[in-house]
């Protein structure tokens, strides 16, 4: 006979794999839907060849880049925030966002992001996410250990693995990048992936769900799809008001950057229309410059600067270019990170006006 098994242990295994497999139908079930919205906004196949070279673009539209992990200290101040059964609207961005938001109890995220490459790339780590465990997960998007993107990094037969969760639009785009034969030259750091990763120790923190495993697993058994729309926010506010969809948050942290000051305006007056009574649009800024304007008086008049209108609330806050939590862009991008863990004040304030 043979040796049996812990009874909790087989039960722990199966959970897992039933767990597994209904994250795998749900992420089936959207891909019609992701591709219906890729058709309708018009986003168009590209071979990797023409994507051009740019590793810090400053302008997004249609731009098939991405940022492949967060450029914010999301483990320093998410887990303050209250986000238990709220429906999102995010930017996209790297995905890291509604990913951690999710282990920390979203409801229902919808991602938005100008870049496709954004939204394309966002659909290959949910489907990580939920397809490998956390180190593979590590190995296959950055690596571990001390190494950043070696031979480990998106490996072809890991890839595999994910190819059936994707949206056709997006497999047929990284079908083109990661090869039997190895992995197109553009999938790299300086092409088409935007974020500089340093240490693996910050990014672990800075992600909030890889700081461990349980958190991880946390955020694989409370995922649910992330739907991308590849379209600037405030078409998506626009289109989202006609639709009557409402969300209890629309998060938009680093993003007025890259708006002029009349998207800043349709953001508010348009974000307005689709929050829930109690919503909150968070419009945070993480440079002191002219950016904000015009809501730079009402951010800098302290950090708990918050502005109430019917249907919702706008809170945002100017962070003074030193805790700029963007590794690699400079030159002492670690200090810069660490001085945003939660130990430090500013994480805390961060905190506390994302709380209310
Ligand atoms: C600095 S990145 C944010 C990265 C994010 N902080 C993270 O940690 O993942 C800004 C993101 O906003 C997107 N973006 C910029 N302008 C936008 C707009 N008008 N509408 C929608 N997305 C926009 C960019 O394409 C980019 O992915």
């Known amino acids: 006979m ?3 098994r812990p009874l909790i242990e087989i039960i722990s295994e199966s959970k897992d794999e039933a767990l597994h497999d209904s994250l795998r139908r749900e992420l089936k079930a959207v891909k019609p839907s992701q591709d219906a919205i890729y058709q309708k906004l018009g986003v168009k196949p590209i071979r990797p060849e023409d994507i051009p070279r740019d590793d810090s673009p400053k302008d997004f539209e249609g731009r098939y880049q991405a940022y492949n992990f967060t450029t914010e200290n999301l483990g320093a101040y998410m887990p303050h925030m209250d986000l238990n059964g709220k429906g999102i609207l995010a930017v996209a961005g790297s995905s890291d966002f509604s990913i951690a938001a999710y282990a920390l109890g979203a409801k229902d995220i919808t991602a938005v992001d100008i870049m496709p490459g954004a939204c394309l790339f966002g659909e290959l780590k949910t489907a990580g996410l939920v397809e490998f465990d956390r180190e593979d997960f590590m190995d296959f998007f950055a690596t571990t250990g001390d190494k950043v993107f070696d031979s480990v990094s998106f490996d072809y037969h890991k890839y595999l693995r994910l190819r059936d969760l994707l949206s056709d639009t997006a497999r047929s785009f990284f079908d083109q990048l990661i090869r039997p034969e190895g992995n197109h030259p553009s999938l790299s750091p300086d092409h088409l992936l935007i974020t500089k990763i340093q240490s693996m120790e910050d990014l672990k923190n800075m992600s909030y769900y890889l700081r461990d495993n349980k958190t991880y697993m946390q955020a694989q058994a409370r995922f649910k799809p992330v739907l991308y729309y590849p379209q ?6 626009v289109d989202a008001s006609h639709g009557r969809q409402k969300y209890d948050m629309v998060y938009l942290s680093n993003v007025p950057t890259y708006l002029k000051d009349e998207g800043k305006q349709r953001v508010i007056s348009e974000g307005r229309r689709v929050l829930t009574p109690k919503g909150n649009i968070i419009y945070t800024q993480f440079r ?3 950016d904000i304007d015009p809501y730079r ?3 800098e008049r302290g950090l708990d600067a918050h502005n109430t209108f019917t249907g919702g609330s706008l809170k945002g806050m100017v962070v003074k270019s030193e805790a700029m939590v963007s590794t690699g862009y400079e030159p002492d991008h670690k200090l810069v990170v660490r001085s945003l ?16």
């Open 2 to 4: 043979s040796e049996s």
């Open 232 to 237: 600037s926010i405030t078409d998506r506010l």
């Open 288 to 290: 002191s410059n002219d």
């Open 297 to 299: 008086s009402e951010f």
């Open 341 to 356: 863990t939660p130990n430090y004040s500013l994480g805390r304030r961060l905190s506390g006006i994302l709380r209310r």
